[in-house]
């Protein structure tokens, strides 16, 4: 690797996080970002691709650690190095699910951070090489490119969208994340102006991609209405597991 490694601390207690980043800087680590949530922390881990997400277990909100630490491993393949409280037979019984490289307990010591941060990034670059490791494409195309890209979990909550998506729909980013995507936008017939079935739960369902080229329009929340092509398929783990639903919606040449 030839520049320093870069870190993103993902912990919502501002003491534990100040005290890892000077931790990591004194060995010149390279600490790309802070966040407080796993919600934040999939946005991010899309947006700066680290070397490594330092991601404590336990963080209040919609998702916790973990279960931010599984999507953003599979979408975006950056290693996880769990920072945990007290073991917990429960908690530590999901962990594995997520695949990390190492779990830390508190209190740790500056040698256990370096050393496992160490161990983990060169046992994630000597990792072979996977066609399926994005099985949404390459995070750094998708935040860049030129139609809304919106990843749902089982249930249909949004824990994912690209810039453009925020600009799509016209709202803040944070009216966005973990809400039901029917919450932000409605897909009709551009004809009639009925409601069009939901593609989402199809998609989940039937294991198959739904797609809408001709007389679809997204509503927004603001009344816009914009004419769309939309597409929408499921999403599968490594161990061949639904993981989510990406829907990609394009607005149409007038």
């Known amino acids: 690797m030839t520049h320093p490694p870069r870190i993103l601390i993902v912990d919502d207690d501002p003491i534990i996080t100040r005290l890892l980043a000077t931790m990591l800087q004194k060995k010149r680590f390279n600490v790309v970002g802070t966040v407080t949530s796993g919600e934040e922390a999939i946005i991010k881990s899309a947006e700066l691709n680290p070397d490594l997400v330092m991601m404590n277990t336990n963080l209040s909100g919609a998702l916790d650690g973990i279960d931010a630490a599984y999507y953003i491993f599979q979408l975006f393949h950056c290693p996880i190095l769990f920072i ?20 830390i307990f508190k209190p740790f010591t500056e040698i256990e951070i370096t050393t496992n941060v160490d161990l983990a990034i060169y046992n994630h670059g000597n990792r072979p090489n996977s066609p399926e490791q994005y099985p949404m494409g390459d995070p750094k195309k998708i935040m860049d490119v030129l139609e809304g890209i919106f990843i749902m979990d089982k249930r249909g909550r949004i824990i994912f969208f690209n810039t453009y998506a925020t600009w799509l729909l016209d709202i803040p980013a944070g009216q966005i994340m973990m809400k039901h995507w029917r919450e932000v936008l409605m897909l009709i017939n551009a004809t009639t102006h009925e409601e069009i079935k939901d593609p989402v739960s199809d998609a989940i369902n039937h294991l198959a991609g739904v797609f809408y080229d001709t007389y679809t329009a997204m509503v927004t929340t603001t009344s816009k209405c914009r004419q769309v092509k939309v597409a929408v398929r499921p999403i599968l783990d490594t161990h061949g597991k639904l993981l989510a639903a990406i829907m990609s919606i394009k607005e149409k040449s007038p």
Do not use: F, H
């Not at 594995?96 to 490289?101: G, N, R, S, T, V």
């Open 84 to 103: 945990t409280e007290i073991p917990d037979e429960k908690r530590l019984e999901r962990v594995k699910y997520a695949e990390p490289y190492g779990i």
